[in-house]
Structure formats: C-alpha cells, structure tokens
C-alpha cells in the first residue's frame, strides 16, 4: 500500500498518521491488533477494523476506510506498545541527549517527531519548582490552552519496522559536572544528577512535568531559573536511610532527622545529601535546633560529604515545631 507515513512518538505510544489514495471509494490499511479504536479518525468516509489476513498467529488488523469522497485521505490511530524514552550522557564537557525508539508497527518511519509527554496527558497544570530536588508541584488545574507545549526532537533518521534503536538528539557544552546526590526522604540510593541550562533542556516551553523515567523539567514559569536538573540514572552503591523521631517540648514538638549514607564502592565519592525542613503553615512555626556540618539555604539542609570506599557516615538535624496561638 502507497502513501505517506508520519509517526508522532510519545513516552507511552505513537500516534501514527497515514495518508492514502483510495482504489475505488476504499482504503485498508494492516495495522496492529492493540490500536485504540477510540483514537482511529479519518479525514472522510467511514471506517471498520477487523482481523487482517496476514500471519498466522492473526496478530495484525486491518482498518477498512470506505465511501470516502476525496483523491486522499488521512487515517490516524494510536499504537500503544510503539514509543520512546530520552537518555542522557556526560561525555567530557558536553550533556548528550539520546531517544531509545521502539517502532512495533509494520511501517518505517521517516521524519518521526518525539514529544516530551505522554499520549494521554490531559492539559498540563502550571507548576512551580521545588529548590531542593528540581522536582515540580501544581500551583494551579490549568495550564496553558494548548495541552501540548513539552519539547520536540524531529528525527532526520528513519526508524526501521519491528526494532528498538537509540539515536542522537542534541549535544551540549556543560558549565557544571555531574553531581552524586543523596535525597533520603524520597530515594533509598543515590542520584546522579546534571545542572543543564535552559535552553538546553531536554522540555521547553511553558509548563512542566515530572517524568517516570526520573527526568525533571523546569520552565520558564519559574522567575530566575537558569537550569534544569536532569537526573541521568541512580548509583545502587550509594545507600542512604532515613528515620525521624518525635518528642514533646516545653512549647511543641522536636523532631530529629537521622540519615545513614554508605559509600559501597571500591573508591571514595563526593555525596550531596538534603533534607527538607517543613513550611511553617497551618499555624505553626518551625525552627532549627542543630543541623550539624550543614548549609542552611531555602528551607532545605545539604550536608557535603567525602566519603572513604566502604565507609558509612550518620548524619543527624533536629528542628522544633511550634504551634502559633493567636491572642
């Protein structure tokens, strides 16, 4: 069958767009038996999908276009076991920025467009940053009104049928190294993470998310943010345990933070450890009592370590709630 094929890639699917001349009124078209039937639209006639002939384990359907009025028509589904994940390297000073594609359909796809969201991401909320980790929360239902406003990469390579490749996006000059970080409160094991400026983010545009594969995107919404912080894979040799304990005072509560950190490796690392101090909201006030070896910036407690291969350090912070009554 002729006709143009066009792919939009998403984190969990694609969105495949067929443009076909019809023999006789009619278009088929063999297409994967798991395609959404809610996501099949056409740009004239009416369609069916039913098994297709080919193969004997019947694995592929056909969509069946017919009374259609025009010399082309367009015909659009969503496969949801084709698609994409960003990857990221540091090699010497440049941050690389990689798309591992998966193309499950019986198709190439030339000039293939990974988005940066995934296929059934309602509208994006606006969000706001989190000084400690680079993470995002919503401060609003509604963002922009177009939903769709993540980063593209538009690939000059073609995506061969039925394979799994990886294949360069962008490369970019790094001001800052990769840094090994430590956040108990929210990972058992350390994160390698990378400062990249804005414009080099791998999501751009007005409105954020926080990605399963770790990935963090910052936005422009955010007064004064200069970067992104990406986090490129874990370190299991990095260990960190956090437990918190809580005790009455003359006028609140104290509560003391102790974190356990363990170097697994056969060679030292430099180790970034934070913790959050709590908002003083809903009518209390809260203050530090000791955060021994640490920087206080932002409500949040970074402790920077060297620590010996095989060594273990315990690293401890106490601050005391105090509820606010008003006269």
């Known amino acids: 069958m002729e006709g143009s094929v066009r792919a939009r890639v998403y984190y969990d699917g694609a969105t495949i767009i067929r443009e076909v001349s019809p023999v006789d009124g009619c278009v088929e078209i063999p297409v994967p038996t798991n395609i959404d039937p809610l996501g099949i639209r056409t740009s004239s006639g009416n369609w069916v999908i039913r098994r297709g002939p080919r193969g004997e384990d019947n694995s592929n359907a056909v969509i069946s276009v017919t009374d259609v009025d025009s010399d082309k028509v367009t015909v659009t589904y969503n ?18 920025a990689y798309a591992c594609v998966t193309n499950s359909t019986e198709d190439e796809w030339y000039s293939a467009t990974f988005v940066c969201r995934s296929i059934g991401t309602p509208m994006a909320p606006i969000l706001e940053e989190d000084h400690m980790t680079g993470l995002l929360r919503a401060s609003a239902v509604e963002g922009p009104a177009d939903g769709e406003t993540a980063k593209e990469y538009l690939c000059i390579d073609p995506v061969a049928l039925r394979t799994t490749v990886l294949l360069n996006l962008d490369q970019h000059a790094l001001d800052s190294r990769p840094v090994l970080r430590c956040i108990p409160a929210r990972f058992r094991y350390g994160l390698i993470t990378v400062d990249v400026p804005n414009e080099y983010a791998p999501f751009r545009g007005r409105v954020g998310a926080v990605m399963p594969d770790g990935t963090v995107a910052m936005t422009d919404l955010v ?27 003359d006028i609140g509560v104290i509560v003391t933070v102790t974190i356990d950190v363990a170097n697994r490796h056969e060679i030292s690392r430099e180790i970034v450890v934070q913790e959050r101090i709590p908002s003083g909201d809903r009518g209390r006030c809260v203050e530090i009592v000791e955060c021994r070896g640490a920087e206080v910036s932002d409500s949040v407690v970074t402790w920077k370590l060297n620590l010996p291969a095989g060594d273990q350090r315990t690293l401890t912070m106490e601050y005391e709630e105090v509820e606010i009554r008003l006269e």
């Open 223 to 249: 007064p004064g943010r200069r970067f992104s912080r990406v986090t490129m894979s874990s370190d299991t040799s990095i260990t960190c345990h956090r437990s918190l304990k809580r005790k009455n005072s």
């Open 79 to 96: 496969v949801p076991d084709s698609h994409w994940r960003p990857m990221y390297r540091v090699e010497g000073d440049s941050f690389k």
